[in-house]
């Protein structure tokens, strides 16, 4: 059982704990062996298409963390020792960087306090978002839905208040880069170009389900394995059902296909209650719909050999993008 699913093992039983007193600690222990022994993950937490555990999580030298789970992270993340707080991006919607200390470890996070919402009027006939959000707590909404899904591809994220702000903090990935960083200096070469080709994939179909129209290179992380992460969902969740991105979703990823199916709408708005609107979660669940119809379509033509494909791993010895 990979680190990942041990924190989300942990993690439903301290939700568990906490609502009922009839759970003692030992009790709590027991459980957690047993369920870890069985390879027990709820289907609230679905595996990942591919295991993203090379990542490791630095603190602020470098150094790996003490923690490496989901939970814990998440826990740390809401650490009130804030030792400074730095600005990194243009305008309302700017991420500021954040140093951290929890038992005498620093880290870096990413805070983000921005909540403007728009109403546009529109054209008859066509479907227009009347209100359009930028919204921190979109973050924390993308990541419960990648953790939903099992793409595993968003950090983990906290809501919380940083001085007199309310926002969201999200662990900074360090040794990464943006996509367009290494495209500039000409060192977006991935040694497995079609796995490339399937994470992205991943991204069109991931970014079609939010409603996420601002995807662009500076907020596509890349470590030194080459995995993509998703970052900056404060203009996600659109309230259209449009599918923005439905001719570039050609393939999709087994597993997330099986997990896009099999997960219900009651679970969904359950576990996005917290972070969404109604209308913006009856908006994604139509765009599931149709996510779901269009590839059934794609398998119906071409066959299920040719449009599902099994994610694969990275290669044992890569070349990153820092050699």
């Known amino acids: 059982m990979t680190t990942r699913t041990r924190g989300r093992v942990f993690r439903i039983l301290s939700y568990v704990s906490l609502s009922n007193n009839l759970f003692d600690s030992g009790i709590l222990v027991l459980t957690a062996v047993f369920l870890m022994s069985c390879g027990y993950a709820p289907y609230a937490c679905a595996e990942s298409p591919t295991d993203l ?52 470890v620093r880290f870096h ?14 054209p008859r006939g066509v479907e227009r978002p009347k209100k359009y959000r930028d919204a921190a707590i979109f973050e924390s909404a993308a990541y419960e839905l990648s ?17 007199a702000d309310s926002g969201t903090v999200q662990i900074w990935m360090e ?51 080459w995995n993509i992460w998703f970052i900056d969902h404060t203009r996600a969740f659109k309230r259209s059902s449009t599918l923005i991105y439905r001719d570039k979703l050609t393939v999709c990823e087994r597993r997330l296909w099986k997990s896009l199916r099999e997960v ?24 599931r719909r149709q996510i779901i119809r269009h590839i059934q379509s794609l398998i119906k033509k071409k066959g299920e050999s040719a449009v599902l494909f099994d994610l694969r791993p990275p290669a044992a010895e890569l070349a990153t993008w820092a050699d």
């Open 53 to 104: 555990d090379g990542y490791v999580w630095l603190d602020v030298n470098g150094d790996q963390l003490p923690f490496q789970d989901d939970a814990t992270i998440q826990e740390w993340l809401r650490s009130p020792n804030v030792l400074s707080r730095e600005k990194v991006g243009r305008g309302i919607a700017g991420v500021e960087k954040l140093v951290l200390e929890h038992e005498e």
């Open 175 to 225: 040794e990464t880069q943006p996509e367009v960083v290494l495209i500039k200096g000409d060192q977006l070469h991935p040694p497995d170009p079609k796995r490339w080709l399937q994470q992205k994939q991943i991204m069109y179909l991931f970014d079609n389900l939010i409603g996420n129209s601002d995807r662009n290179q500076g907020n596509l992380l890349i470590d030194r394995s």
């Open 109 to 122: 996070a990413a805070f983000r306090s921005v909540d403007v919402t728009v109403r546009k009027a529109a």
């Open 264 to 287: 219900d709408e009651l679970t969904l708005r359950e576990r996005l209650e917290p972070y969404l609107e109604s209308q913006e979660i009856t908006k994604l669940l139509l765009r």
């Open 147 to 163: 953790e939903l899904l099992g793409i595993g591809r968003v950090p983990p994220v906290v809501e919380r208040r940083v001085g």
